[in-house]
C-alpha cells in the first residue's frame, strides 16, 4: 500500500523558512508526478508546486521565486523548500503522488495524498 508521509510543518515568522518533505513508501513501481497543495481555513485546495518524472516544475504565481520544489530519488521523497514566509502563506500543505503502484499494467497509476502537515506564518 503506497503511502505518503508530510512533515516539516511549524510556525514561521515572515520572512522566515521551512523545509517540507514528502516521503512516499510501499510497494512503488513508479512516481510520475508529485504535488504540493495547500489549504488555508475556509478556503479550496490549491495546487503550489509540481515536479514531473523528467524533473520539470511548476508553481503556483503566488510562490514563484520564494517556494523550490525538489526531490530524491533514491529514498523517493519530495522537498518543498518555502522562503520569505508570508502570512498568507498559513495553511495545511498536503503532498500528493501520481504514482503506479507495483502489481498493476503499465501506465496504470492512482493518485495518493498524505495527511497534510500545518504551516503557520506569523507577522
Known amino acids: 500500500q503506497v503511502q505518503l508521509v508530510e512533515s516539516g510543518g511549524g510556525l514561521a515568522q515572515a520572512g522566515g523558512s521551512l523545509r517540507l518533505s514528502c516521503a512516499a513508501s510501499?510497494?512503488?513501481?513508479?512516481?510520475?508526478?508529485v504535488g504540493w497543495y495547500r489549504q488555508a481555513p475556509g478556503k479550496q485546495r490549491d495546487l503550489v508546486a509540481t515536479?514531473?518524472?523528467?524533473?520539470?516544475?511548476t508553481y503556483a504565481d503566488s510562490v514563484k521565486d520564494r517556494f523550490t520544489i525538489s526531490r530524491d530519488n533514491a529514498t523517493n521523497t519530495v522537498y518543498l523548500q518555502m522562503n520569505s514566509l508570508k502570512p498568507e502563506d498559513t495553511a495545511v500543505y498536503y503532498c500528493?503522488?501520481?504514482?503506479?503502484?507495483?502489481?498493476?499494467?503499465?501506465?496504470?497509476?492512482?493518485?495518493?495524498w498524505g495527511q497534510g502537515t500545518r504551516v503557520t506564518v506569523s507577522s
Open positions: 500528493k503522488a501520481v504514482a503506479q503502484p507495483m502489481g498493476v499494467p503499465t501506465g496504470v497509476t492512482f493518485n495518493y
Open positions: 510501499g510497494g512503488i513501481f513508479s512516481i510520475n508526478a
Open positions: 515536479i514531473i518524472s523528467g524533473g520539470t516544475t
